[in-house]
């Protein structure tokens, strides 16, 4: 079939569906994945292709959540009312279309799609003479036929001869109405786009796809969701008479304290600057200044106050790396106290922190010991964390 296609490239994002599969009051595409909702996540990575000229989202008729979302105010967006099922969603779509167009067809909840992955399905549309390509990857596990009422085995299937249908599903608009509608007058509902297709003879290859591009179908799902952030965080304090050191909790005996507005417990106020950073929410200075509610305050209670910014955006502490720099005291001894302090306040077991303590070779202020300075490094996750 001859594509003879517009320059106008078209997104449609299929959003009409209730989740019935999704054991949760939310739709599904409304969750939240950090700071954005699945259909935010999902549809940025679109709005990054400067080629699309238009993304179509249908939805359901009672849907308002829509327009609750950020991306509705960008001027590529076009909400109209979606069908009964995905694919009168997506014929629904193709009508308001008045040229012969290259559509992009993506699940709504597919959200670790990115710009690079649709530039490249899209070049390969071009290149090729499919009437559609699909994301798509092999199978990796045993397939077995079954016995649907039973879930007893009929046979093993050589998975070999297979591959699992993703999106984006790259088409033009002419062929997909042919082919929908004549799934209408079949009374056929398609899985997918290419099954239509494939109904009128056209022809369907595949494009490999990334096991990362999960579809959120139920609550499980949300764990195959790629957002994992980084943070570095740093802080230094000098010595003055005292009677021990704060590090990560710890208290370690010494003949000098850190001469600080509050604990001084370098450890943990470079943990704190990592989250915050990680996050965009600023460092440990804008969110606990020098003035008399801080004056005093323990790192333990500064990073219980920053770390629930950080949760209600969604996101936890899965590891952290810490680099303690000090002529002395010689903190080998402590490394153990030191961690299991971390844990107890972060809630992260042992395994999951690392600790390590250097000098700096007698030189500079740490070298003449004047004082010492820690460094962090921290990765989020976002989970649904039970950190209260």
Same mark, same amino acid.
């Given at each position: ?9 078209? +997104? ?5 569906? %209730? ?10 595409? !409304? ?5 954005? $909702?699945?259909?935010?996540? $999902? ?13 179509? #989202?249908?939805?359901? +008729?009672?849907?308002?959540?829509? !327009? ?25 779509? %193709? ?5 012969? &167009? ?10 670790? #799609? ?8 899209? &070049? ?7 009437? #559609? ?22 046979? =093993? ?5 297979? !591959? ?11 062929? %997909? ?78 003949? @000098?304290?850190?001469?600080?507005? =509050? ?16 996050? =965009? ?9 020098? $003035? ?30 810490? $680099? ?18 971390? =844990? ?7 395994? @999951? ?33 039970? !950190?209260?």
């Amino acid at each position: 079939m001859k594509k003879n296609l517009s320059e106008n490239i078209y +997104a449609i994002i299929p959003a009409a569906g %209730l989740g019935t599969r999704f054991d949760s009051k939310i739709q599904k595409q !409304y969750q939240k994945i950090g700071s954005e $909702t699945i259909i935010e996540r $999902t549809v940025n990575a679109f709005l990054g292709v400067k080629s699309i000229s238009q993304i179509i #989202i249908p939805v359901n +008729a009672s849907d308002n959540s829509i !327009y609750k979302q950020k991306i509705i105010r960008e001027q590529k967006i076009k909400i109209i009312e979606g069908g009964d099922t995905r694919a009168q969603s997506v014929l629904n779509s %193709l009508l308001t279309i008045n040229e012969n &167009s290259m559509v992009v067809v993506h699940d709504a909840v597919r959200p670790n #799609i990115n710009k690079f992955d649709l530039e490249r399905i899209i &070049s390969e549309f071009n290149n090729r003479d499919d009437d #559609i390509i699909v994301f798509g990857v092999p199978v990796y596990e045993s397939l077995k036929m079954i016995n649907k009422e039973t879930l007893s085995v009929r046979k =093993s299937v050589d998975r070999n001869d297979y !591959y699992i249908a993703q999106t984006p599903q790259v088409t033009s608009s002419e062929i %997909l109405i042919k082919a929908l509608e004549q799934c209408n007058e079949e009374n056929f509902v398609p899985c997918d786009e290419s099954e239509a297709i494939e109904r009128i003879g056209g022809k369907v290859s595949f494009v490999p796809g990334s096991r990362k591009n999960t579809k959120i179908t139920v609550i499980e799902d949300l764990a195959g969701v790629d957002d994992t952030r980084v943070g570095l965080g740093f802080d230094s304090h000098r010595y003055r008479d005292g009677d021990g050191l704060m590090i990560g909790g710890f208290k370690v005996p010494f003949k @000098n304290a850190f001469e600080a507005h =509050s604990d001084g417990d370098i450890v943990i106020h470079a943990l704190v600057d990592s989250i915050l950073g990680a996050m =965009s929410l600023g460092d440990i200075g804008v969110h606990f200044p020098e $003035t008399e509610e801080w004056k005093d305050c323990s790192g333990e209670k500064i990073f219980h106050t920053a770390y629930k910014m950080v949760i209600n955006l969604g996101y936890s502490i899965s590891q952290v790396d810490i $680099t303690v720099i000090a002529q002395e005291p010689k903190l080998s001894v402590f490394r153990d106290d030191i961690i299991s302090s971390l =844990s107890n306040i972060t809630k992260l077991e042992k395994v @999951n922190i690392g600790f390590k303590a250097k000098t700096s070779e007698k030189m500079g202020f740490i070298g003449n010991n004047e004082g010492a300075a820690a460094m962090v490094l921290t990765k989020l996750i976002n989970e649904n964390s039970s !950190y209260k």
